[in-house]
């Protein structure tokens, strides 16, 4: 069954009522979260507590919630700027993330890194970019070398629809597709269509409108998905994962979704949509599709749900004092970590 959204066909691939939705609640209350972390970060940095700049997610969870739900604690992903839930969502904590955005030694890039920069090695995230399509070649090279390594992870690339439209996406795809042949390049693209590069909208920048298929062009299987519904996002993921890792080829998706709030801190007017296309958007909030969901399956009930915002206020607001608390680098951290030791 296909349906319309946004502008573009989109395949719906529910999951029925069962265990999955059960398993899905840790992912609902991350995304709760993660929606307050943004608000109040915003908050942050109108208070002049955050410099540099900073992008949020929110409108667009589902997407890197239904990734980072299938994959394993050893695979590895990458990502643009819009990068603060996609760490928390990999079990980063909320106040090494607020710390770095604060610029605090306590964050997780200490303080060197930013919004735009977050990296968390451990937990298998590889950055936060602020150039766009940067980490495009980075992502598939990483994805190579997981392979060359003889190991069976896997590598996700999450970007955006903006950034397809750069030389370092076309190099790179093209290179996973011919290392993809003998089974050497285990990378998953998922691109975030929200419909804008900053305030340019995807038919100003491009005629290909299905960016999905620009991929097939590579020689990449490809396909679409509503990107607002964290169980079809999820059960698509679960199948391109275990079909990536067990061919060694490459697969790419493009998520249907939207930025529910400005590109970044600046673009206070967004003069280049209007209010009725954002209200329309907000019916689709991949907050309140997945609560409905776990609600009808009888799985959240209203006292719970209450809980699981009181709760993700409450983390939020100990983030906060933690990263206003947490010191400063110290001058001497400057230069560590620009260039390999020794
Ligand atoms: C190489 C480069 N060119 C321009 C910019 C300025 N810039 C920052 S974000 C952005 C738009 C990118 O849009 P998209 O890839 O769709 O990501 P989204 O912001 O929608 O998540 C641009 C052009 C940049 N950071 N890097
Ligand atoms: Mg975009």
Request: net charge neutral.
């Amino acid at each position: 069954m296909a349906s319309k959204r946004g502008g573009a066909k989109v395949r719906a691939e529910r999951t029925p009522a069962g265990p999955d939705l059960a398993s899905s609640v840790p992912w609902y209350r991350l995304m709760v979260l993660t929606r307050r972390f943004e608000d109040e970060a915003e908050r942050a940095f109108r208070r002049g507590k955050i410099g540099g700049y900073l992008h949020l997610y929110s409108g667009q969870e589902a997407v890197a919630a239904g990734f980072l739900a299938a994959i394993r604690a050893d695979d590895i992903f990458f990502t643009a700027y819009r990068d603060h839930a996609h760490a928390i969502f990999r079990g980063t904590p909320p106040q090494a993330v607020m710390a770095e955005l604060f610029g605090k030694q306590t964050g997780v890039a200490k303080g060197k890194g930013g919004s735009m920069h977050l990296f968390d090695v451990p937990r298998g995230l590889y950055g936060g970019y602020g150039i766009v399509g940067a980490h495009i070649p980075l992502a598939t090279g990483a994805a190579y070398a997981l392979r060359y390594q003889g190991t069976d992870r896997i590598c996700l690339c999450f970007l955006g629809d903006g950034a397809m439209n750069s030389g370092s996406f076309h190099e790179p795809v093209n290179m996973a597709a011919v290392w993809g042949q003998d089974g050497m390049c285990p990378i998953v693209y998922i691109v975030e269509n929200n419909k804008y590069a900053m305030g340019t909208s995807v038919d100003r920048s491009t005629v290909v409108t299905h960016l999905a298929s620009k991929f097939g062009l590579h020689g990449i299987e490809n396909e679409q998905v509503d990107g607002q519904d964290f169980l079809t996002v999820r059960r698509a993921a679960e199948r391109i994962v275990a079909r990536v890792r067990a061919t060694g080829r490459p697969y790419a998706i493009e998520a249907i979704t939207y930025r529910l709030v400005g590109h970044g801190a600046a673009d206070l007017f967004q003069p280049y949509r209007n209010k009725g296309e954002v209200e329309e958007w907000k019916q689709r909030d991949p907050i309140q599709i997945l609560e409905r969901e776990l609600h009808r399956a009888g799985v959240l009930d209203d006292a719970q749900v209450a809980a699981i915002h009181k709760e993700a206020e409450e983390k939020v607001a100990a983030a906060i004092k933690y990263a206003e608390e947490s010191p400063e680098p110290p001058p001497e951290e400057l230069p560590r970590d620009v260039s390999a030791q020794g």
